[in-house]
């Protein structure tokens, strides 16, 4: 069974830089597209980032592109997501998804595992 777990969420203030981990577990990713979503209480989950296991391809929304990179460590099976420049918008809870396959998805129903989420808060 496939397990992510979030981490590295808290408040900031606008401009800063954060860091957001997730800790996968239970299979082998070779083959997947593991992913960063956000969702903001009462909004539809959107589509941050995402990156092939194998390869490293990488696909961003607009909204994050050029001050996010999403990254992942196979030695340690985690992803990660160093958001830089954040401002109040990217307010939001992040989770982490994974799908068994290397389509670059961007829409929440296409992956099969989900972590719990890590809020992320930034003050003006």
């Known amino acids: 069974q496939v397990q992510l777990v979030e981490s590295g969420g808290g408040l900031v203030q606008a401009g800063d830089s954060l860091r957001l981990s997730c800790a996968a577990s239970g299979r082998p990713f070779s083959g997947y597209t593991l992913a960063w979503f956000r969702q903001v209480l009462g909004k539809e989950r959107e589509f941050v980032a995402a990156i092939r296991w194998n390869g490293g391809s990488t696909f961003y929304a607009d909204s994050v592109k050029g001050r996010f990179t999403i990254s992942r460590d196979k030695a340690k099976n985690a992803l990660n997501l160093q958001m830089n420049s954040l401002t109040p918008e990217d307010t939001a809870v992040y989770y982490c998804?994974?799908?068994?396959?290397?389509?670059?998805?961007?829409?929440?129903?296409?992956?099969?595992?989900w972590g719990r989420g890590t809020q992320v808060t930034v003050s003006s």
């Open positions: 998804a994974a799908m068994g396959t290397i389509r670059m998805a961007t829409t929440p129903n296409d992956y099969d595992y």
